[in-house]
T-cell receptor, first 118, second 115 residues
Framework: AQKITQTQPGMFVQEKEAVTLDCTYDTSDPSYGLFWYKQPSSGEMIFLIYQGSYDQQNATEGRYSLNFQKARKSANLVISASQLGDSAMYFCAMREYNSGAGSYQLTFGKGTKLSVIP | DAGVIQSPRHEVTEMGQEVTLRCKPISGHDYLFWYRQTMMRGLELLIYFNNNVPIDDSGMPEDRFSAKMPNASFSTLKIQPSEPRDSAVYFC?????????????FGPGTRLTVL
């Protein structure tokens, strides 16, 4: 079973509108972290936002916010007031304890390609 | 503050040649990771180091791949001999720790093409 599921291969949003990128995860570890990264066409991976499994409030970073619904195991990224520069691939990732490796490991989803339309 | 630095940014080589990718982690970060990204398999962890010591290399695909970290500020990923199926983007990342809350910061990646 996939650890991280991003069901939207591609999304379109009008400039200045808000958009939600979906992410669901699967873990039995009570302590885990959820991350979102942005990968523009230039290729670099840019860290956007983090949510801890014990955090009571949803994380926010500027125009980015994370809609964390623990019971549903979802961690959707919300981008408000979309800009043309937001066009990129977005990856959801989870950090959980891997007992086989004896350490926390980061697992990525397959990504969502967001296109912002002027 | 400088981020993770990787070189070269692009590498084109012929099958059978040796390829060496380089990485300088963020100063003070104790963990360094090497990832490979392809369209088919997405992002895969190849190996990671803690305080210059390799901890988990279970993601290294074959013996043709090797990684070293001779000091806290430098790591290499070597492929010898290279094959066309090694063509991918290779990322180096570093983090201050390896707990559930520690963020990994990625370098710009090296795009490798093996002809």
């Amino acid at each position: 079973a996939q650890k991280i599921t991003q069901t939207q291969p591609g999304m379109f949003v009008q400039e200045k509108e808000a958009v939600t990128l979906d992410c669901t995860y699967d873990t039995s570890d009570p302590s885990y972290g959820l991350f979102w990264y942005k990968q523009p066409s230039s290729g670099e991976m840019i860290f956007l936002i983090y949510q801890g499994s014990y955090d009571q409030q949803n994380a926010t970073e500027g125009r980015y916010s994370l809609n964390f619904q623990k019971a549903r195991k979802s961690a959707n990224l919300v981008i408000s007031a979309s800009q043309l520069g937001d066009s990129a691939m977005y990856f959801c990732a989870m950090r959980e304890y891997n007992s086989g490796a004896g350490s926390y490991q980061l697992t990525f989803g397959k990504g969502t390609k967001l296109s912002v339309i002027p | 503050d400088a981020g993770v630095i990787q070189s070269p940014r692009h590498e084109v080589t012929e099958m059978g040649q040796e390829v060496t990718l380089r990485c300088k982690p963020i100063s003070g970060h104790d963990y360094l990771f090497w990832y490979r990204q392809t369209m088919m398999r997405g992002l895969e962890l190849l190996i990671y180091f803690n305080n210059n010591v390799p901890i988990d290399d279970s993601g290294m695909p074959e013996d043709r791949f090797s990684a070293k970290m001779p000091n806290a500020s430098f790591s290499t990923l070597k492929i010898q001999p290279s094959e066309p199926r090694d063509s991918a983007v290779y990322f180096c990342a570093s983090s201050p720790g390896q707990g559930s809350t520690d963020t990994q910061y990625f370098g710009p990646g090296t795009r490798l093409t093996v002809l």
